[in-house]
C-alpha cells in the first residue's frame, strides 16, 4: 500500500462517501483512519435521522455505517485502519503511523475528511473524573454499552446536547438537568420537547459554576447569567450529580489541511477556523479535497452528501467519471441547508466559496 | 453499570473475561475498551498527574485527550479508551508519567 490516485484520510461518514464515489468513477482509492473500527461516529448515533427519503431520514446512523462499509468492500476500496495520518507532504505524500513504523501513501488527490474535535469548558473542578464530553458519554453507552455515571448535567443545548441526553435517558441514567448560556435553547425543538416530556428540565441563561467533589463529581453548583454572559450574584443552586456531560460546540480538525499549505478562514458559524474551499470542496491546494465537519461542523447527512461531491469532483480532476452526478449531490446540499437552521449555513458556506474567489484571484 | 437492555441496542454482549485492575479481577467483554470495563465496574479515577497529584477519568473517550492514561501490562500512557481489553490483562492506575513501574 504505497501507491493511490486517491487518498481518503478519514473513515467516517464524509470520507466513506467519498471513496465510494471516487471508486464509482473508476479511481483507485484507499482509505486511512486513526480508529480501529470504520464509521467515525456514525455508529454511536442510534437515533433516526431527519431530512427527505433521499437523505436517509428515518434511518437510523449505524444502519447508514453499515450501509456504506458494504459499499465501499464491493467497490474494492481499501480501507486501512489504526494508521494515524502524521502529515502531508507537498509531493502528495501522506505520512501516517501503523504498529510496523511510519509508513508513507503516494496520492494524486488527497481528500481530508478528518472531522471535528469537541470543544469544552473550564470551570471550578471541571478536571474531576466524571466531568467529560457528551461525545464520551455518547461512546460510552452507545458503542460499549456501559453508563459512564447515575445523575448527568449535560451543559449545552444544540443537537448534540438534546439527542445525547435523550440517549442517556434510553440508556437508563438519570439527565438531572440541562443547562444552556444562551437565552435560548440551540437545537430543535422536537428534540427539546421530547426531553421536557420525559421531564427533564432544561434551563436557559444558566451555566455551570462548578464541579464539587473529592475524587469524582459528587454535585454541580449552577449559576444564572446576565444577557452579557456574567454571572448573576446569589443565583447559585447545588445539585446532585456525578457526571457533567459538555455539549459545546465542535472544532473542525484543521491541522493536515494547515500541513497541506491550505488557506483558512475563520467562520464562527460553521465552527471556527475552515479550509478555504470552492463549491466542489477543492481547497487553495488543488490536490487536497475537504468533506464534512472539516469544511464546517454540520450533520452527518450533509457530511455524507459532502464526501460525495468531493469524491466525484476528485475523480472529475483526474479524467475518470462524468459531471452528471455532482449537480444531483450539489442540490440535495442545498436542499440539506434550508429553512430556519441551515440557511445561516448555507449563508456562511456562500461566504467561503467568496472568500476562496477572492483568495485565488 | 453495564447497559444490559436497551430499547434500540437490544441485550448487550456478555461478560466472558477478567482483567485485574490494581490486582483485583473485574468482569470485561473482549475486545471493549479497558477503560468501558473499568467504568462498568465503578472505576472512575484512572490516574493521578504529576504536579499535583489530582485525580483524573475519561474525557473524550475516543484516544484525543489522554486522561485515561494507565499502565497496561507493564507498560505505562496507555490510552484505555481506545485499548481493547483481552483474558487477563494487568492494569494499573498510573501516577504521574509511570516512570516507576517501567523501572522497576
Ligand atoms: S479519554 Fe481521552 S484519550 Fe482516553
Redesign the interface.
Known amino acids: 500500500m504505497n501507491k493511490a490516485q486517491i487518498a481518503v484520510i478519514g473513515a467516517g461518514p464524509a470520507g466513506l462517501s467519498a471513496a465510494l464515489e471516487a471508486a464509482r468513477a473508476g479511481a483507485q482509492v484507499t482509505v486511512i483512519d486513526e480508529n480501529r473500527k470504520p464509521g467515525g461516529q456514525l455508529f454511536k448515533q442510534i437515533h433516526k435521522f431527519f431530512g427527505s427519503r433521499q437523505h436517509q431520514a428515518g434511518t437510523r446512523g449505524f444502519a447508514i455505517g453499515q450501509g456504506l462499509l458494504r459499499d465501499c468492500e464491493e467497490l474494492g476500496v481499501s480501507v486501512q485502519l489504526g494508521y494515524p495520518a502524521l502529515g502531508i507532504f507537498p509531493d502528495g505524500r501522506v505520512v501516517f503511523n501503523t504498529a510496523q513504523g511510519v509508513r508513507s501513501l503516494f496520492a494524486q488527490r488527497i481528500i481530508l475528511a478528518t472531522g471535528a474535535n469537541e470543544n469544552n469548558l473550564y470551570f471550578e473542578g471541571s478536571d474531576l473524573p466524571g466531568v467529560m464530553t457528551a461525545g464520551a458519554a455518547q461512546t460510552m453507552i452507545n458503542e460499549h454499552r456501559v453508563l459512564p455515571g447515575q445523575r448527568v448535567l449535560m451543559v449545552g443545548t444544540g443537537n448534540v446536547g438534546l439527542i445525547i441526553s435523550y440517549q442517556l435517558l434510553q440508556a437508563g441514567a438519570e439527565v438531572v438537568a440541562l443547562v444552556e448560556a444562551a437565552p435560548q435553547i440551540g437545537g430543535y425543538a422536537v428534540h427539546a420537547s421530547k426531553l421536557r416530556r420525559a421531564g427533564v428540565p432544561i434551563y436557559t441563561s444558566r451555566t455551570i459554576h462548578r464541579a464539587i467533589g473529592e475524587k469524582t463529581v459528587e454535585g454541580v453548583e449552577l449559576v444564572a447569567l446576565n444577557e452579557h454572559f456574567q454571572p448573576v450574584p446569589g443565583t447559585g443552586e447545588i445539585l446532585c450529580a456525578d457526571t457533567v456531560c459538555m455539549a459545546v460546540g465542535l472544532s473542525p480538525m484543521v491541522e493536515l489541511a494547515a500541513l497541506a499549505g491550505c488557506q483558512m478562514t475563520h467562520i464562527p458559524a460553521l465552527g471556527g477556523t475552515i479550509p478555504l474551499h470552492d463549491k466542489n470542496l477543492c481547497t487553495t491546494n488543488p490536490m487536497v479535497y475537504v468533506a464534512g465537519d472539516i469544511a464546517g461542523v454540520e450533520e452527518a447527512s450533509t457530511a455524507i452528501e459532502e464526501g460525495r461531491l468531493a469524491g466525484i469532483a476528485a475523480a472529475r480532476s483526474l479524467g475518470l467519471g462524468d459531471d452528471g452526478r455532482q449537480q444531483a449531490v450539489q442540490e440535495r446540499l442545498l436542499a440539506l441547508r434550508s429553512g430556519e437552521f441551515g440557511a445561516k449555513r448555507q449563508q456562511a458556506k456562500e461566504d467561503i466559496l467568496r472568500t476562496f474567489k477572492e483568495a485565488m484571484a | 453499570?453495564?447497559?444490559?437492555e436497551?430499547?434500540?441496542?437490544g441485550q448487550?454482549?456478555p461478560e466472558s473475561i477478567s482483567i485485574y485492575f490494581d490486582g483485583k479481577p473485574i468482569p470485561a467483554v473482549e475486545g471493549?475498551?479497558i477503560a468501558?470495563?473499568l467504568?462498568?465496574a465503578g472505576v472512575?479515577?484512572?490516574r493521578h498527574t504529576e504536579k499535583s497529584g489530582?485525580?483524573?477519568?475519561?474525557?473524550?473517550?475516543?484516544?484525543?485527550c489522554n486522561d485515561c492514561k494507565m499502565i497496561v501490562d507493564g507498560v505505562p500512557n496507555t490510552r484505555t479508551?481506545?485499548t481493547?481489553a483481552h483474558d487477563g490483562m494487568r492494569v494499573e492506575t498510573q501516577y504521574g508519567l509511570g516512570r516507576g513501574s517501567c523501572h522497576e
Do not use: D, N, T, Y
Not at chain 2, 6 to 9: A, G, M, R, S
Open positions: 453499570m453495564r447497559v444490559h436497551h430499547p434500540i441496542l448487550s454482549e471493549e475498551p468501558a470495563a467504568i462498568a472512575r479515577v484512572l489530582r485525580g483524573r477519568g475519561i474525557f473524550c473517550g475516543i484516544g484525543r479508551c481506545v481493547p
